[in-house]
Every structure is written in structure tokens, then in C-alpha cells.
């Protein structure tokens, strides 16, 4: 059978930055009307395992969104599939505007320096101060023309963040990318990523395990089940969040339960 996907976006992850411009804008210039991402009846089958369900889900322009699920319910297919890396999806899939994905291994071309790989493939008409501008807002200035093995795992990963970031996405895709990071490192990404999200709006969609950085980043938390989204909580909390605040506490112990693990098993 013919595959049914209506794909309306370019999803070819090429750049948008302006031309010529060295400072990364804040804000959302290349942000397009209408949800950042929808999804109706989206499926994908693996012969004859179907890992994602007719799944709905939209994200409004500059939501962060996290999704978590246990291994292998397909996280990873719904962000590949929102990238547009996935051609073997059924269903509707709306992405309007620009998308950047940073993965949980930091994927850098380790035989081009570090600013050689932000500006790989940005078609601007002056990429290199593009390409430093990100690398100062990650924290990286003084690495820009390292090797990528030289760098830490948490460097790596800002250079990761840094080269989603000159594509100006209007939905950025994020698939664990904290988790092999140190605990401090961790935190520090995590304020990384919100001042990031703060100061450009893109609407993220970040994959993880870790039921304590969704709650400590989104505004909207998704449990994935089934192949499908089987639940929404909306954390309607300031940041920076108290992970010991009631509200937080109540919403962790519901999204434990709603992965199917036991509140003792945390304790
Ligand atoms: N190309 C593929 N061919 C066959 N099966 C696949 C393929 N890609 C993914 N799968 C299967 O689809 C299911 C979902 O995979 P996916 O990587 O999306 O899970 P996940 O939720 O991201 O898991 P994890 O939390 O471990 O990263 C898994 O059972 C996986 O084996
Ligand atoms: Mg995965």
C-alpha cells in the first residue's frame, strides 16, 4: 500500500540563519503561523510490529514539550519521524517550519574543528561569525577551532546544541541528550537549554528518561505507551523549578505511576 504521509515541511534540516548576520537573533523571526508541529494517525510499523499507533500530538510555536516512555516505545521513531528522517511513517504530518535535532552522542565530524562543524552545510552568505556567535552562547568560545575528541562530553554537547541553534529551528528535537553527562554537568545543560529556549523560542521536543528533568524543563510532559501518547500533564510551575515542591512531587509520582513503576521502586 502506498504510504498516506502528507508531509507539508521542508525537512531537510538546511539552515535559515539570516544572511550575513553574526549574532544568533532571540526570538522567533523564522517561526511560522499555526502549531510548531501536528500529528494525526501517524503509524509506523517495523514488519509486523506497529511501534507507533495512529498517534495524535500537536506542540504550540515555543512549547517545550518532553516525552518519555520506557525503552522501546518508540520515542526515538516519533522524533526521527518529526525530523523528517523517517520516510516509512503513515499518517499526517504538519512540521511548518525549521527543525534541528541533537542527538544523545554528540555526532561531530571529529576530523573538522569545531567551528567547521557548526558552519558544515549552513548556507549563509558569512557563516563563520554565525557559527562563533552560537559557539559563545553555548559557553565555547575558547574551543572553536579544537578537535572534536579534545572536548568533554559536555563541551561536545553544547557544540551539539550550538550547531542545532544556527539553523534557527522553530521546533527543536532533542533525543536524550543529556543522558550520558555527569550529574552536575547535567544541571548546568539544563539551565544551558533554558536560556537557550528562553532567549530564541523555538518549540522543543526533548526525549528522556529521566522523569525529573522533564519535570525540572517542560511546560508539558507526554508518557508515549502503546504507540501512542497515553498521557499530558501540563507543569504549570515557575522555573527554576523546587523538584521538593508538592505539585512537582504529586506530578512525579504520577508520571512514575503512568510508566508503570511502582512509587517504592523510587524511594
Ligand atoms: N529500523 C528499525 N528496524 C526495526 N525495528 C526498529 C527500527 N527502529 C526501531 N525499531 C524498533 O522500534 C521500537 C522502538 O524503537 P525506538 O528507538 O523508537 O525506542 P525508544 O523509545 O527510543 O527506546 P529507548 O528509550 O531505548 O531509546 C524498538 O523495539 C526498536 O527495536
Ligand atoms: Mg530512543
Not at 45 to 68: Q, Y
Amino acid at each position: 500500500m502506498a504510504p498516506r504521509l502528507r508531509q507539508l515541511t521542508r525537512h531537510s534540516l538546511s539552515p535559515l540563519a539570516s544572511p550575513g548576520s553574526a549574532a544568533l537573533p532571540g526570538g522567533s523571526a523564522s517561526r511560522p503561523g499555526g502549531p510548531a508541529a501536528s500529528v494525526r494517525g501517524l503509524t509506523r510499523r517495523f514488519g509486523d510490529r506497529v511501534v507507533l499507533d495512529r498517534l495524535d500530538l500537536d506542540i504550540a510555536p515555543g512549547e517545550f514539550v518532553a516525552l518519555i516512555g520506557r525503552s522501546g516505545s518508540g520515542k526515538s521513531t516519533l522524533l526521527r519521524a518529526l525530523a523528517g528522517l523517517d520516510k516509512g511513517v503513515d499518517g499526517t504530518l504538519i512540521v511548518p517550519g525549521q527543525v534541528a535535532v541533537a542527538f544523545q552522542e554528540p555526532r561531530l565530524v571529529p576530523w573538522k574543528k569545531v567551528i567547521e562543524n557548526i558552519t558544515l552545510g549552513l548556507r549563509v552568505r558569512d557563516p563563520q561569525p554565525v557559527a562563533r556567535a552560537a559557539l559563545e552562547e553555548v559557553g565555547l568560545a575558547e574551543r572553536v577551532t579544537a578537535w572534536p575528541l579534545t572536548l568533554s562530553g559536555g563541551e561536545a554537547q553544547r557544540a551539539s546544541l550550538a550547531r542545532a541553534l544556527v539553523r534557527q529551528p522553530s521546533l527543536l528535537l532533542l533525543d536524550e541528550p543529556f543522558s550520558a553527562l555527569d550529574a552536575l554537568t547535567r544541571i548546568s545543560m539544563h539551565r544551558l537549554v533554558l536560556r537557550l529556549w528562553e532567549h530564541h523560542e523555538p518549540a522543543v521536543l526533548l526525549v528522556t528518561h529521566d522523569v525529573d528533568e522533564a519535570l525540572a524543563l517542560a511546560d508539558r510532559v507526554l508518557v508515549l505507551g502503546d504507540g501512542r501518547i497515553t498521557h499530558s500533564a501540563a507543569i504549570d510551575l515557575p522555573r527554576p523549578r523546587d523538584r521538593d515542591h508538592p505539585a512537582q512531587i504529586a506530578l512525579r509520582l504520577r508520571l512514575l505511576t503512568e510508566l508503570g513503576v511502582p512509587a517504592a521502586a523510587t524511594s
